[in-house]
């Protein structure tokens, strides 16, 4: 079993205009730098975005945007990207912002093959519209359902040539589940490994779920808020 | 003159109790975390999927991956965990986090929050703060008392998009400290030099004063 492709661009080859994309990440962190990067270069557009950001105006998705490659996107906070406000404000760009955690578990309910899921994100406001609410133990909840999506593209730690992946700290976030739910998944990876090399305790997503991996290169890993201390 | 952000957090900062496990929101929750009691020991949840968030990096010790659910630079405590955005909101959904903390753009006196979005300008996203109160055992607002326009920001009903319903249980501004019950927003405590009728005169919503309302003690 063998899935590693040479780079980005094989990775995503099978991707075309118009598909419906899964693409990990929070804010800058966790991000498929270089899956992105190949998207701009090859320029497909009209595409369906689903991520938690959108990036910020020249990094992550925003560099999609700024190439008009991206007709639509679901997420749940899209501040920090003047590029995605004017798009919006001139209905250039179709937004359906969705609570966080309905987002994550849209995503997981994809993955294990569930259908759809009841919420409570979202009981009572415009989220709600258009929902069918059901009461359960005299709580309201909204039907959800699971995300449909062609591809996804996560970026992991350490993975192997069978596909498991490790994350490393917060840039965990999303792209497991994402990696989980797309129908083709593809893994970019810090460090490709032997397999064998993962201790089998330690891989957070097994390699089933995944279809291609590769090895990336020149990852910039931009930090958004810098905030330290001072010793002492 | 009421509290200013500072003191607003470190009046919150009392209502921590050991043991508890607590989601800080972005803004003037995030400075709780500056004031935890001695003896009081929490678990800071950060919703992007780290509980134990650690204080900021040192100097040329920050690491892209590791951030909390501001973007910020973080680091880890001894006993943290990390996890995925599912199980984050998991534990969130299922009511283990015992208190959350978030800012407001309005506040009703029946609980409802309004904090995600101005119609006819930017709108950013709700991020987890429906998900968060939606859940959530215990939410404390923190807030001024009234917007820049001097508006009240303590209604009978919100005029923005809601965030949730029926949902906060405790209101801190800077000028005193709110429970919400049945009869609206009982005021519990008042900022030092702040008086009552600056409080009626600024609260929209309906307002419970009882007799024993006291001086905020620091």
């Known amino acids: 079993m063998n899935k590693v492709v040479a780079n980005a661009d094989e990775a995503i080859k099978g991707i075309e205009s118009g598909m419906t994309l899964m693409l990990g990440g929070f804010g800058l962190c966790g991000i498929p730098e270089n899956c992105i990067a190949a998207l701009v270069r090859k320029g497909v557009n009209n595409l369906t975005c689903i991520s938690n950001n959108a990036g910020v105006d020249d990094f992550g998705i925003g560099l999609m945007l700024q190439q008009k490659q991206v007709k639509k996107m679901i997420s749940s906070y899209v501040g920090e990207n003047a590029e995605f406000e004017r798009q919006l404000l001139s209905g250039e760009l179709e937004v359906e912002l969705i609570p966080q955690g309905t987002l994550a578990t849209r995503c997981m309910a994809s993955g294990y093959g569930m259908p759809a899921v009841y919420l409570l994100a979202g009981v009572g406001t415009e989220v709600a519209e258009g929902k069918e609410v059901r009461n359960f133990n005299g709580k309201d909840y909204l039907l959800e359902y699971a995300f449909d999506s062609d591809f996804a593209i996560v970026k992991a730690w350490k993975g192997d040539a069978q596909g498991n992946l490790v994350f490393k700290d917060t840039a965990r976030n999303f792209n497991p589940m994402m990696a989980m739910a797309g129908k083709i998944t593809i893994a970019e990876v810090e460090e490709l490994v032997p397999v064998g090399e993962l201790h089998p305790n330690e891989i957070h997503t097994p390699g089933i779920y995944v279809h291609h991996i590769f090895q990336g290169k020149d990852y910039e890993k931009r930090i958004e808020q810098r905030t330290t201390r001072k010793k002492n | ?218």
Not at chain 2, 113 to 139: E, S
Not at chain 2, 164 to 173: L, S
Request: glycine share 12%.
């Open chain 2, 1 to 218: 003159m009421g509290l200013n952000k500072e003191q607003i957090a470190q009046r919150i900062a009392k209502e921590l109790q050991n043991g508890f496990y607590v989601n800080l929101g972005i803004g003037i929750p995030t400075l709780v975390a500056n004031y935890i009691p001695d003896g009081v020991n929490v678990v800071l949840q950060s919703e992007n999927g780290l509980l134990g968030m650690g204080p900021f990096p040192f100097e040329g010790e920050e690491d892209a991956d590791l951030i909390n659910a501001g973007k910020q630079t973080i680091t880890t405590l001894p006993g943290s965990a990390f996890f995925d955005s599912a199980m984050s909101f998991g534990m969130i959904r299922a009511g283990k986090v015992d208190l959350t903390v978030l800012g407001a753009m309005e506040v009703a006196d029946n609980g409802d929050i309004a904090n995600w979005k101005i119609p006819g300008k930017m709108v950013k996203g709700m991020g987890g703060a429906m998900d968060l109160v939606a859940a959530a055992k215990n939410i404390i607002v923190a807030m001024q008392h009234t917007n820049p326009k001097g508006e009240s920001k303590l209604l009978s009903k919100c005029t923005l998009p809601l965030t949730g319903i029926k949902c906060v249980k405790k209101v801190v501004t800077d000028l005193g400290v709110f429970d919400i019950i049945a009869d609206g927003f009982r005021c519990l405590e008042h900022a030092p030099g702040v008086t009552l009728d600056e409080i009626k005169a600024k609260t929209a919503g309906r307002l419970v004063i009882d007799d024993d309302v006291k001086e905020m003690v620091f």
